[in-house]
């Protein structure tokens, strides 16, 4: 019992990681499309962005989490 209630708990903390790093990607896409001359390290900023969003919802998915369930 103890063990389900700690996977819940880190399954809802996963959740939330995901929600973050998709609203940081999301405005970090925003300023570069808006930018007259995006600088480099903007570019690498939204890869690396992209990057851990991606990894987020890979890592749901083998967990075979869904946010209709919370």
Known sequence: MKKRKKQREVDRQLLDSIFYAEAEWKKL?????NSIEPVQESQQKLQ????????????????????LRY
């Open 29 to 33: 896409q925003n300023i570069i499309e």
């Open 48 to 67: 690396l962005a992209e990057a851990k969003y991606m990894f987020l919802l890979r890592e749901a998915k083998h967990r075979k989490i869904s946010v």
